[in-house]
């Protein structure tokens, strides 16, 4: 398991807001907990507006500014949502066991969505742009 297991959800959430979790522990896997938790909290809709609002404070933060992707933020947010619908877990450790695609196989799902590259497209890094392929649902 990674690094910031270490902390409970609540420590988790709390470090992160407050930029006091070190960058290196903010793993992809890392980026998944912190919407899982947000979406457990606040329900999709203010999920995705803390979540945008907390991570563009944190890249600042961590002077990785330019690595913030509205695109790809939003679409992991709702990636994590739709498995969540399906999930029979109560924790995080259970839900990414039980959907380990989100983890391992994140960029293939995000191809499933989208036939063009929101990782480098910089439209993508400053809005959100709607899957050309299947809509998230």
Avoid at 24 to 46: C, D, M, P, V
Avoid at 54 to 81: C, H, P, R, S, W
Avoid at 107 to 130: P, Q, R, V, W
Wanted: aromatic fraction near 16%; include cysteine.
């Amino acid at each position: 398991m990674e690094n910031h297991f270490d902390l409970s959800d609540s420590d988790f959430e709390k470090k992160f807001i407050s930029c006091e979790l070190n960058p290196s522990n903010f793993t992809h896997e890392a980026h998944l907990r912190l919407a899982w938790i947000n979406i457990n909290k606040y329900g999709i809709k203010q999920a995705e507006k803390n979540i945008q609002n907390q991570l563009q404070k944190f890249v600042e933060f961590a002077g990785a500014k330019d690595k913030y992707n509205m695109t790809l933020t939003l679409a992991a947010i709702k990636a994590v949502y739709h498995f969540m619908l399906k999930s029979n877990s109560d924790n995080f450790k259970n839900f990414i066991t039980e959907f380990p695609r989100l983890k391992y196989n994140f960029k293939e799902l995000m191809n499933c969505h989208y036939g063009f590259d929101i990782y480098n497209s910089e439209k993508a890094k400053t809005e959100f742009l709607e899957p050309d392929l299947i809509p998230f649902g």
